[in-house]
């Protein structure tokens, strides 16, 4: 039985005192590198709602950044992860063995968007994860170089650092970034075409700069050990690409011997309406990395491979904290939950509540776009639908107005807000957001 409203209940101005004390506090001891939107400060979260430290219950339609897929305290998971921390808290794998990170390769290897078998390399972080396919890509293939996509988010450690071409300022101060050797190419965003097509001609011809210029260009096709691509971009925009990307990329990589990584870090895990969103374009990867929703909340990042890939030799790659016994605990139940009814939940919801965001779509000129599969929504925002300019002032004052409405969430990219709630949202849930945003950007609209 919830203890919190299951609708959004607003009873001070915001922040309230008791949160402008605790970001008071943050300001002076906390790094000041980190993004914070708006000054919310929890105190309790169940399902999809959560409750501020002065009594202020919202609607979560952020979900941590797409990582707590079975809600905040779930029981069961709070149940697998008391369980676990009874027995033994850590034992680091990489020196001995325990029988949860065992049960979740596993699983995990049963599970891939691949065939099996499959071996994992467990880590902390989805940074993490890409790290370990970027070495195990390397060391596999004997090849120095690497593709990714401009838009793309892998991670701020300086290996995945090098990937990632979302936002100038996460690369901003920090040297030569892209050394050694990663080369980029367009991802394919139909919404604003990066070779002017329409979208329903599409077939992924902004594919042709990598194959034309690229691999012609910049570097021999025989030097690049793998290339790295998120099924939908995430930071990027929420940026849903044609089945034809995905499939086009799987027979350049097959045609010249590169290792197809799927970064489905933010885009997995049951996100879409399919366990592995790599699924929804009929493709299947030599590695794919997770994390985020995996572990409801416990820091883990997971690369699965090919058992025939994964070949390195012991020494060669390892982390004291990956796999964490609680964390593989917390996955095992995360895992059975989606597969029992979150995922098809996530299926269900997400259909409806992206109906009701094309609806507020007519109504409001300043959306310019609502894309997404499952409960991975994006909803763009322009200052003129024929010019397309990108609405980012605007974007930014509708998550301000969301929340001070009771609804959390996130910009994506320069103009998107992303939704990402829980996969336990209630189709109740989905329409209370669709109004909040319907008000947020009446009010924003009404502004300008």
Not at 109 to 124: D, E, L, Q, T
């Amino acid at each position: 039985m919830s203890t919190l409203p299951q609708a959004p209940a607003i009873r001070t101005a915001l922040p309230g005192p008791n949160a402008r004390a605790i970001i008071e506090r943050d300001g002076h001891v906390v790094s000041p590198s980190y993004t914070r939107g708006y000054p919310f400060v929890i105190a309790r979260g169940e399902g999809a709602m959560v409750e501020d430290v002065d009594g202020n219950v919202f609607l979560d339609c952020a979900a941590g950044i797409a990582v707590n897929s079975t809600g905040h305290a779930h029981p069961d998971v709070v149940a697998a992860i008391v369980e676990q921390s009874q027995r033994y808290l850590h034992m680091s794998g990489t020196d001995f063995y325990y029988e949860p990170q065992v049960r979740l390769a596993e699983v995990l290897s049963a599970a891939a968007p691949m065939p099996g078998p499959c071996k994992s390399f467990f880590g902390n972080s989805g940074a993490e994860a890409n790290e370990a396919a970027i070495k195990l890509a390397r060391y596999h293939t004997g090849r120095p170089f690497l593709i990714a996509f401009l838009g793309s988010f892998h991670g701020r450690t300086m290996g995945a650092l090098s990937l990632t071409a979302s936002k100038a300022v996460q690369r901003k101060g920090f040297g030569a970034t892209t050394a050694p050797g990663v080369f980029h190419a367009p991802y394919a965003d139909c919404y604003r075409c990066p070779v002017g097509l329409r979208p329903e001609t599409c077939q992924a011809e902004c594919l042709e700069y990598l194959e034309d210029k690229v691999l012609v260009h910049l570097v021999s096709p025989d030097e690049v050990a793998g290339l790295v691509v998120e099924p939908i971009q995430g930071e990027g925009g929420y940026i849903v690409p044609p089945a034809q990307f995905h499939q086009r990329l799987r027979a350049l990589t097959e045609r010249h011997g590169i290792l197809l990584i799927v970064d489905d870090v933010q885009s997995g895990m049951g996100r879409t309406g399919k366990l592995f969103a790599i699924e929804h374009f009929g493709v299947q990867p030599d590695i794919v990395t997770m994390a985020k929703g995996i572990a409801s909340g416990l820091p883990l990042g997971v690369a699965t491979a090919r058992a025939g890939v994964m070949d390195w030799t012991p020494g060669a790659h390892a982390s004291t904290f990956g796999g964490n016994p609680v964390s593989c605990a917390a996955a095992l139940t995360t895992i059975r939950l989606l597969q029992e009814q979150l995922v098809a939940n996530a299926a269900d919801v997400g259909a409806y509540m992206l109906d009701g965001l094309r609806d507020l779509q007519q109504k409001h000129a300043l959306i310019g776009d609502v894309r997404g599969k499952g409960l991975m929504i994006g909803i763009e925002l322009v200052k003129d639908r024929a010019s397309k300019a990108r609405a980012t002032a605007e974007r930014d004052r509708v998550v301000d107005e969301a929340f001070a409405r009771g609804l959390l969430i996130l910009g994506a990219g320069r103009n998107t807000i992303r939704l990402s709630p829980p996969l336990v949202l209630t189709r109740a849930q989905a329409r209370t957001a669709i109004d909040i945003l319907d008000a947020a950007i009446g009010a924003v609209s009404a502004s300008r």
